[in-house]
């Protein structure tokens, strides 16, 4: 069984401040998706990393898959209110793997 | 774009009761999926239709039943609801299975089960 953390479980800010969730497991993907929840709705894909190092940016948001393909991250620069759900990593390797999640809260 | 829809939103149970959790999605995607999302234990796969007539167990089964109507319909059965299984159900879909190497997963507004 393929597991993977995330951290934190829990991250409130305010307006303006950066952050970063990571997601850590001890086996390798063939590739790492991150999804953003909100309240009532289902996750919604953010972005599909595939190569170990590859660094994908959407706008604010960075997201790094690492070089050897057990763990990612997601960094958010100056975080807005519109940012506040529920990030879940997904990782991709003969079976589907969710992290348990990180409830960000952008306080304005 | 309904995209995938699921039916009912929300329903509450007595423990032994059996119900039916109904999901469609429109977008002609092959594989389809049922996950159980639990505070503080993200989504958990129950089970998963590869293609129209196919059927595996996830990682969480017990206490489901599946069908896989048609390429469009996939539902999940409860045939004695216990406590245990009261949480949030979601319904995905995607083009292929997710486990190729980009597959996204398209998924439902989710229903909200309790069992008493």
């Known amino acids: 069984t393929q597991l993977l953390e995330q951290s934190p479980q829990f991250l409130s800010i305010q307006e303006g401040e950066n952050l970063t969730v990571y997601c850590n497991s001890s086996?390798?993907?063939?590739?790492l998706q991150w999804y953003r929840q909100e309240p009532g709705e289902g996750p919604v894909l953010l972005v599909t990393?595939?190569?170990?190092?590859e660094v994908k940016k959407l706008k604010r948001l960075t997201f790094q898959f690492g070089d050897a393909r057990k763990d990612s991250s997601l960094h958010i620069t100056a975080a807005q209110t519109g940012d506040t759900g529920l990030y879940l990593c997904?990782?991709?390797?003969?079976?589907?793997?969710f992290g348990s999640g990180t409830q960000l809260t952008v306080l304005p | 774009n309904a995209g995938v829809t699921q039916t009912p939103k929300f329903q509450v149970l007595k423990t032994g009761q059996s119900m039916t959790l109904q999901c469609a999605q429109d977008?002609?995607?092959?594989?389809m999926y049922w996950y159980r999302q639990d505070p503080g234990m993200g989504l958990r796969l129950i089970y998963y239709?590869?293609?129209?007539?196919?059927?595996d167990k996830g990682e969480v089964p017990n206490g489901y039943n599946v069908s896989r109507l048609n390429k469009r319909e996939f539902s999940l059965r409860l045939e004695s609801a216990a406590p245990s299984q009261t949480s949030v159900y979601f319904c995905?879909?995607?083009?292929?299975?997710?486990?190729?190497?980009?597959?996204?997963?398209?998924f439902g507004e989710g229903s909200r089960l309790t069992v008493l």
């Open positions: 995905a879909s995607s083009e292929v299975l997710a486990t190729a190497l980009t597959g996204e997963l398209f």
């Open positions: 086996s390798v993907f063939s590739s």
């Open positions: 990393v595939v190569t170990g190092g």
């Open positions: 997904l990782g991709v390797h003969r079976q589907l793997t």
């Open positions: 977008m002609n995607h092959n594989s």
């Open positions: 239709s590869a293609s129209e007539g196919t059927t």
